[in-house]
Nanobody, 126 residues
Framework: QVQVVGSGGGSVQAGGSLRLSCATS???????????LRWFRQYPGMEREGVAGIDPDGTTSYSNSVKGRFTISRDDAKNTLYLQMTSLKPEDTAMYYCAADLFPILSGRLSPAGAWGQGIQVTVSS
């Protein structure tokens, strides 16, 4: 069965850093080099919004709010996705989710082959 397990959240003061990790396992994702990967975050009462993405060919994308501060990367040898978060701001406080899919991920919608990790709480204090 597919498993997508996130870790690395916590509480930091403004200007600090955190690194989120998301480890993927399961037969469906055995060829990790072919997996599309994304980070989302969600504020209470709101829909999930895209934060960053990385495609099988290494192409990355970022939302305007995190561009220049966050870096998404993947280690295909470890089947692991990362989000390096620096210069954190109070408005970065949210629940963060990783997502994996065998098809491009658009608008927070996954294909039947996709899977979500559990929520990771990030809290940034002023």
């Amino acid at each position: 069965q597919v498993q997508v397990v996130g870790s690395g959240g916590g509480s930091v003061q403004a200007g600090g850093s955190l690194r989120l990790s998301c480890a993927t396992s399961g037969y469906a994702y055995r060829n990790y080099t072919a997996v599309y990967l994304r980070w989302f975050r969600q504020y209470p009462g709101m829909e999930r919004e895209g934060v960053a993405g990385i495609d099988p060919d290494g192409t990355t994308s970022y939302s305007n709010s995190v561009k220049g501060r966050f870096t998404i990367s993947r280690d295909d040898a470890k089947n692991t996705l990362y989000l390096q978060m620096t210069s954190l701001k109070p408005e970065d406080t949210a629940m963060y989710y990783c997502a994996a899919d065998l098809f491009p991920i658009l608008s927070g919608r996954l294909s039947p082959a996709g899977a979500w990790g559990q929520g990771i709480q990030v809290t940034v204090s002023s």
